[in-house]
């Protein structure tokens, strides 16, 4: 009974967890949908501002566009700042701000920035361990099919490994993407970005996006508490 009611709870944080992440979704959505009908002050589209800012900065970057709508991201293997097809010949406020927000990460990337190593790091662990469960899984069941042993703890705690470190992962991004909004702002401040639209507009448009990251560790977490649990339970069974 203790487990089913412990059970029962963790998955209430989860679905709140998820419910919480699609609403922070919505938000940049709407937000983004919003403020692309603004145009900005600079009379230049989403490629031509990147330009100038790896000009004006140093950054030396490949600047290319990529399919969809909030697909912007810059790529430090092959020092790339990809844009949204949406924002790419695009010259609204919103455009400018993601633009600035992924520029941002280039600056981080020129400059060593800690918590960007510590997170390409984090990521290609989290992928490596991805790869290994199904092997995991497999191994796990076979020996419990050939020597009658259980395979459940086995399992489970490849899953806790993995959400362990998918915790981790969304853990560093956060300041990695305050600090690249908070130096987007910054970047359109000295461009002359100052009224109080753009000012107000960027920042909502940035501290939306930042939600979405917020939200998404809650969600590992969440996953992460429930396996944790359910790792426990067998344990103390056992």
């Known amino acids: 009974m203790d487990f089913i009611a412990g059970?029962?709870?963790?998955?209430f944080i989860l679905v709140f967890a998820i419910i919480l992440s699609i609403f922070a979704q919505a938000k940049v959505t709407g937000t983004f949908s919003r403020y692309s009908e603004v145009p900005s002050s600079f009379d230049m589209t989403g490629a031509e501002l990147a330009e100038k800012l790896a000009y004006e900065k140093g950054v030396n970057i490949n600047i290319g566009v990529c399919r969809g709508q909030l697909t912007d991201h810059y790529n430090s293997r092959t020092k790339t700042l990809n844009i949204s097809e949406a924002n790419y010949n695009s010259?609204?406020?919103?455009a400018h701000a993601i633009v600035a927000h992924e520029f941002g990460h280039a600056l981080q990337d020129k400059e060593n920035y800690a918590p960007l190593k510590i997170r390409q790091i984090v990521i290609s662990v989290s992928n490596i361990i991805s790869s290994l469960l199904l092997p995991i899984i497999i191994v796990g069941l076979l020996l419990e099919f050939l020597f009658f042993t259980i395979a459940g703890p086995i399992i489970i705690y490849a899953y806790v490994g993995i959400y362990a470190v998918a915790v981790i992962a969304?853990?560093?991004t956060?300041?990695?993407?305050f600090n690249a909004s908070s130096r987007a702002k910054k970047l359109l401040f000295d461009m002359g970005?100052?009224?109080q639209e753009e000012v107000e507009g960027t920042g909502n448009l940035l501290n939306a996006a930042a939600m979405t990251y917020v939200a998404s560790?809650?969600?590992?977490?969440?996953y992460f508490i429930r396996i944790l649990f359910i790792?426990?339970?067998v344990t103390k069974r056992d």
């Open 7 to 11: 059970y029962i709870a963790c998955s």
């Open 91 to 94: 010259k609204s406020l919103a």
């Open 170 to 172: 969304s853990l560093v």
């Open 174 to 177: 956060l300041p990695v993407e």
């Open 193 to 195: 970005a100052t009224s």
């Open 217 to 222: 560790l809650l969600v590992s977490l969440a």
């Open 231 to 233: 790792l426990l339970s």
